[in-house]
């Protein structure tokens, strides 16, 4: 079950990581992946394409009062987003290491999506920030680009992270 439609978490914010499929990491590589990031992680439901490759992923961090959702999209899709993507960022100066990742990401043809949400602490507190720690956003892009050697992306500020 995805994270929208459980009442208990409300949607933030959606990250990219951009890879080439040919560095698409096992389902195991990257359960392995995730469980390695500690006690504060727990993989939840997986599913599988009929190859057995990984689809989708639930991934809770209870506490930081956050969880994603993580689904993997391959082809056409994907390299017109780069496209798009790679033409955005050449408009602006990127310092030399935002200029490296940009050289790989015109390589890429495959993405994870990461949609984070944030853990209603109170039954109907929209408000209430108090508690989410986006931080464990952040370790799990980290890792998930390390994995597939990927770069992450902000998809709404256009921006590589």
């Known amino acids: 079950m995805s994270l929208f439609e459980n009442d208990q978490y409300r949607w933030r914010d959606t990250y990219f990581v951009l890879f080439r499929e ?14 390695s990031l500690g006690p504060r992680y727990l993989v939840g439901d997986t599913h599988y394409d009929e190859d057995g ?26 390299r017109e987003q780069v496209n798009s993507f790679v033409k ?3 408009g602006g100066k990127p310092s030399p290491e935002e200029a490296k990742r940009l050289e790989r990401v015109k390589e890429c043809d495959a993405r994870f999506d990461v949609y984070h949400f944030e853990q209603i602490a109170i039954a109907g507190d929209d408000d209430d920030d108090g508690f989410f720690d986006p931080g464990a956003l952040l370790i799990v892009l980290q890792r998930l680009a390390g994995l597939c050697k990927g770069v992450g992306v902000d998809p709404q500020s256009g921006t590589i992270v």
């Open 22 to 35: 040919k560095d698409r990491p096992s389902p195991t590589a990257m359960v392995e992946t995730l469980n």
């Open 53 to 78: 490759k990984l689809e989708s992923l639930t991934l809770f961090s209870p506490d930081d009062f956050a969880a994603m959702d993580i689904s993997c999209v391959s082809g056409e899709e994907v």
């Open 88 to 90: 955005e960022m050449a």
